[in-house]
């Protein structure tokens, strides 16, 4: 049964927390648009990794890059080298290949998180699982941050370059900044640390802590369900009243405590008297002197 008041749910109980709340603002993140923002040009322009919303005008969508990024791109060439074309971005694409890596990157790692949590519930929800459970949410929780950072690194190295910073228009060119949404999944990131943290602490209650403060299988199996579990001091106050047996107080209206002999309550006798008590006692008159053997 779930407790608690146990060290090992408390545990549980935390890395479940810490990994939904990273995997909640990753996915905040990842649904707004808000990873890169300009507003020097009299208007906001927010560029995602799936949503482009240029201000006031309608969003566009990844899904529709090939349409968009097709009437960016013209065939330059040299006057002086004939036949040296190359593509010239006339204006900033809404969409480079690695915004498909990093929102793939991110949809991996949200998954991987679900997975970990799920590993965790079933921890709580059935002990006798709690070992291999946790060893499967380490590894998914594991992957999942390794995941992140790689996404978040993929995304700052390419947000630096020069057609990625910079928004190309028709007459001025803008730098771009980084917005909230990229902030939110740092922090998400940051909180997914937190979790893989205690997640190696979950670890290590599991498999080096006493099985009875770990709650494991064989303790469920060797006590029940339903019923109590005797700790070090329910069982010294049994041993207590087992000792009282043949001890018990006087019930009548004569006697009282403060009548009560010691000797009699503790059941004690001097090893002297115990002694004279196995010798039997004879008793001879005066007149039998002559007549003792």
């Given amino acids: 049964m779930f407790d608690l008041r146990s060290r090992l749910s408390k545990v549980q109980l935390a890395t479940l927390a810490l990994t939904a709340f990273g995997n909640f603002l990753l996915f905040i993140a990842t649904l707004t648009p808000s990873w890169q923002v300009n507003t020097d040009i009299g208007r906001s322009i927010q560029s995602g990794l799936w ?11 990844i899904f529709s890059d090939d349409l968009i990024n097709y009437y960016e791109r013209v065939d330059v ?7 040296d074309c190359r593509k010239k971005l006339l204006r900033t694409p809404y969409f480079f290949g690695w915004h498909y890596a990093v929102l793939i990157i991110l949809l991996i ?6 997975g970990a949590m799920a590993a ?17 949410m380490d590894v998914l929780l594991a992957f999942a941050f390794l995941l992140c950072c790689v ?12 057609e990625s910073r910079y928004l190309i228009g028709v007459k001025n060119t803008f730098e771009k900044q980084y917005g909230y949404s990229f902030f939110l999944a740092c922090f998400g990131m940051a909180v997914l640390l937190f979790a893989q943290m205690m997640a190696i602490f979950l670890t290590s209650t599991v498999f080096f802590m006493r099985e009875a403060d770990a709650g494991t299988a064989e303790q469920i199996d060797h006590f029940g369900h339903g ?4 700790s070090p001091v ?25 009548k009560m002999e010691p000797t009699k309550f503790l059941d ?17 008159s005066p007149s039998d002197v002559t007549s003792i053997p």
């Fill in 151 to 162: 996404g978040l690194a993929v995304f700052l190295i390419n947000a630096e370059m020069l």
């Fill in 109 to 114: 790692t949200m998954t991987l998180a679900v």
């Fill in 227 to 230: 019923q109590r579990h005797f």
């Fill in 51 to 61: 949503i482009y919303c240029p201000g006031q005008s309608q969003c566009w969508y």
């Fill in 77 to 83: 060439c040299r006057f002086f080298l004939i036949g």
């Fill in 268 to 284: 004690y006798r001097p090893q002297q008297e115990q002694q004279q008590q196995n010798v039997r006692q004879f008793v001879y």
């Fill in 234 to 258: 329910d069982s010294r106050m049994s041993d207590f009243a087992a000792m009282r047996v043949g001890n018990a107080f006087p019930m009548g209206s004569g006697d009282g405590y403060s």
């Fill in 120 to 136: 965790v519930g079933i921890g709580m929800a059935k002990p006798r699982w709690v070992r291999m459970s946790t060893i499967v």
